[in-house]
């Protein structure tokens, strides 16, 4: 059974383009997270829902859009992608709120690439 | 606001040898700190924590202590695997904030 699941596994795609990652966690939890991991393996926490609602909004640029319709998943949508936004992007749940010391869970990881 | 710092890597370490990775922290408060690690390929997955001061974790042969007095978290294992290389991230999460990562240490095992 997979817990924390995310699609697409990889994602090439042009600059100025918009596209979507899906994230869905059946472990119940009523957290959930994006975090991006950079080049050099540097990972940053970009948002967070705790059921439904927005917790943590970290200085991401406009473009990038989170939506929970559930508490089970959480999506995020980029416009206008750029170079820049190539990364690994990493979608995670935690059963407590997202600001308990709480064990995250983690997908297996978006690769997306911007040509 | 809260940060860690962790041992540049990578790490290149033949079967068997002793491995160390070090983290310290700097908080405000009593945070709780982990060890998250990420194998080739996929995302990251908890190794092992501790949520208060004098606390080991433990797990898969890899110990952690928790030591307020040298605000530090070091990860040992006495005897590496081929099967333990992957990059591990020391993070800590305290009071009302969020979850912070290290810089993460690639390990690379040699047989």
């Known amino acids: 059974d997979t817990a924390v699941s995310q699609t697409p596994k990889y994602l090439v795609t042009q600059m100025g383009n918009d596209k979507s990652i899906k994230c869905e966690q059946n472990l119940g939890h009523d957290t959930m997270y994006w975090y991006k991991q950079d080049s050099k393996k540097f990972l940053k926490i970009m948002f967070s829902y705790n059921n439904k609602e927005l917790i943590i909004n970290e200085t991401v640029p406009n473009r990038f859009s989170p939506k929970s319709p559930d508490k089970a998943h959480l999506n995020l949508h980029i416009n206008s992608l750029e170079l820049g936004d190539s990364a690994v992007y990493f979608c995670?749940?935690?059963?407590?709120?997202?600001?308990?010391?709480?064990?995250?869970?983690f997908g297996p990881g978006t690769r997306l690439t911007v040509l | 606001g809260n940060s860690v710092t962790q041992m540049e890597g990578p790490v290149t370490l033949s079967e068997e040898a002793f491995l160390t990775i070090n983290c310290t922290y700097t908080a405000t408060g009593y945070p709780s700190l982990f060890w998250y690690v990420q194998y080739p390929g996929e995302g990251l997955q908890l190794l092992l924590k501790?949520?208060?001061?004098?606390d080991k974790g433990s797990n898969k042969g890899f110990e952690a202590t928790y030591r307020k007095e040298t605000t530090s978290f070091h990860l040992e294992k006495g005897s590496v695997q081929v099967s333990d290389s992957a990059v591990y991230f020391c993070?800590?999460?305290?009071?009302?904030?969020?979850?912070?990562f290290g810089k993460g240490t690639k390990l690379t095992v040699n047989p």
């Open positions: 501790a949520t208060k001061a004098d």
């Open positions: 993070a800590l999460q305290g009071g009302s904030e969020k979850l912070v």
């Open positions: 995670a749940s935690s059963r407590l709120s997202t600001l308990t010391a709480d064990t995250q869970y």
